[in-house]
């Protein structure tokens, strides 16, 4: 928070792209909506971050969508009634994630259809007493949306203890480091993401081939998000043509502008921006692959 207020009340920065995470961008946006100066995050999926906030935007979809779209996608894919959940209960992103999985889950099951509903705090280790309540709970599959450092230790720990059924995860698996710490115990499962590198085309297929060259790695769905998060601003200055000077009008110029942009055609699809900030767009389920890779399983739209 006090990085963002020097950077509008010092620096007189025109528009700020970040921070990603919600923990940091939804007290982040808070102080950008004080100051009406435009910020768009590129990977914070929680409501609170554009809720009430007009100069705050998003490059990604909202957790009230991904939350149904994986609901869905376990129910229509293996045709599973009983899930259990797994998420850390300190952090805000995982705790709405796992509350709108659960709504959307017991919507299509009824009441209870959610068998096992475990958390745990931030920096935890150990969670072998919540995957043995899970383990006994009769779920069929688990939902973890959860970071890299902790997707590993969760898939681990849960095939020792004998788990054997499908483990899926949310964005935030999105990270080349989760297969980095997972390794094979993560091969097959299936997560919702906002782009997927392996046999991407295009322009996205451009971007990947730029970013790999420039720093020997594949751009994980942060990066990618960040490009489009730039390219929105970009058409937004451009859209209100000459930049005056006068800070405040320059600011409330480029706000209005990013709110009209419509079919914008990013590297992770195309967006068309509401007046709350937040995209219309589609997500992509990815299967980790038997060699590690993210590859797009099928995409799911609004």
Same mark, same amino acid.
């Given at each position: 928070?006090?990085?963002?207020? !020097?950077?509008?009340?010092?620096?007189?920065?025109?528009?700020?792209?970040?921070?990603?995470?919600?923990?940091?961008?939804?007290?982040?946006?808070?102080?950008?909506?004080?100051?009406?100066?435009?910020?768009?995050?590129?990977?914070?999926?929680?409501?609170?971050?554009?809720?009430?906030?007009?100069?705050?935007?998003?490059?990604?979809?909202?957790?009230?969508?991904?939350?149904?779209?994986?609901?869905?996608?376990?129910?229509?894919?293996?045709?599973?009634?009983?899930?259990?959940?797994?998420?850390?209960?300190?952090?805000?992103?995982?705790?709405?994630?796992?509350?709108?999985?659960?709504?959307?889950? $017991?919507?299509?099951? *009824?009441? +209870?259809?959610?068998?096992?509903?475990?958390?745990?705090?931030?920096?935890?280790?150990?969670?072998?007493?919540?995957?043995?309540?899970?383990?006994?709970?009769?779920?069929?599959?688990?939902?973890?949306?959860? &970071?890299?450092?902790?997707?590993?230790?969760?898939?681990?720990?849960?095939?020792?203890?004998?788990?054997?059924?499908?483990?899926?995860?949310?964005?935030?698996?999105? %990270?080349?480091?989760?297969?980095?710490?997972?390794?094979?115990?993560?091969? +097959?499962?299936?997560?919702?993401?906002?782009?997927?590198?392996? *046999?991407?085309? +295009?322009?996205? !297929?451009?971007?990947?081939?730029?970013?790999?060259?420039?720093?020997?790695?594949?751009?994980?769905?942060?990066?990618?998000?960040?490009?489009?998060?730039? *390219?929105?601003? $970009?058409?937004?200055?451009?859209? /209100?043509?000459?930049?005056?000077?006068?800070?405040?009008?320059?600011?409330?110029?480029?706000?209005?502008?990013?709110?009209?942009?419509?079919?914008?055609?990013?590297?992770? +699809?195309?967006?068309?921006?509401?007046?709350?900030?937040?995209?219309?767009?589609?997500?992509?389920?990815?299967?980790?692959?038997?060699? *590690?890779? &993210?590859?797009?399983?099928? %995409?799911? /739209?609004?």
């Amino acid at each position: 928070m006090k990085v963002n207020t !020097k950077m509008i009340t010092e620096d007189e920065v025109l528009v700020i792209v970040g921070p990603q995470s919600s923990k940091q961008a939804v007290p982040a946006g808070d102080v950008a909506d004080n100051y009406a100066t435009p910020m768009i995050s590129p990977w914070s999926t929680n409501p609170d971050t554009t809720k009430d906030r007009p100069y705050v935007f998003r490059g990604c979809f909202l957790d009230p969508f991904q939350g149904p779209v994986v609901a869905n996608f376990i129910t229509n894919e293996f045709g599973y009634t009983k899930a259990a959940v797994l998420y850390d209960v300190a952090s805000d992103y995982p705790k709405g994630l796992a509350e709108f999985f659960k709504e959307a889950w $017991e919507k299509i099951h *009824g009441e +209870g259809s959610v068998v096992a509903y475990e958390s745990f705090t931030t920096k935890d280790a150990d969670f072998s007493s919540q995957l043995t309540k899970i383990n006994q709970s009769g779920a069929e599959v688990l939902f973890t949306p959860q &970071y890299y450092n902790e997707v590993a230790l969760i898939v681990q720990q849960a095939k020792e203890l004998g788990w054997t059924k499908p483990i899926v995860g949310s964005d935030s698996w999105g %990270s080349a480091e989760t297969v980095a710490l997972c390794g094979e115990a993560c091969y +097959g499962l299936f997560f919702s993401t906002h782009y997927a590198a392996a *046999g991407a085309t +295009g322009k996205t !297929k451009a971007f990947i081939d730029r970013y790999k060259e420039k720093y020997d790695y594949t751009p994980d769905d942060v990066a990618a998000l960040t490009w489009d998060s730039l *390219g929105i601003v $970009e058409t937004a200055v451009k859209k /209100c043509g000459k930049i005056t000077g006068k800070i405040e009008k320059d600011r409330k110029c480029v706000r209005d502008a990013m709110a009209k942009i419509e079919k914008y055609a990013g590297i992770t +699809g195309q967006m068309t921006f509401t007046e709350e900030g937040d995209p219309i767009k589609c997500a992509v389920i990815v299967k980790i692959s038997d060699k *590690g890779e &993210y590859e797009f399983y099928k %995409s799911v /739209c609004p």
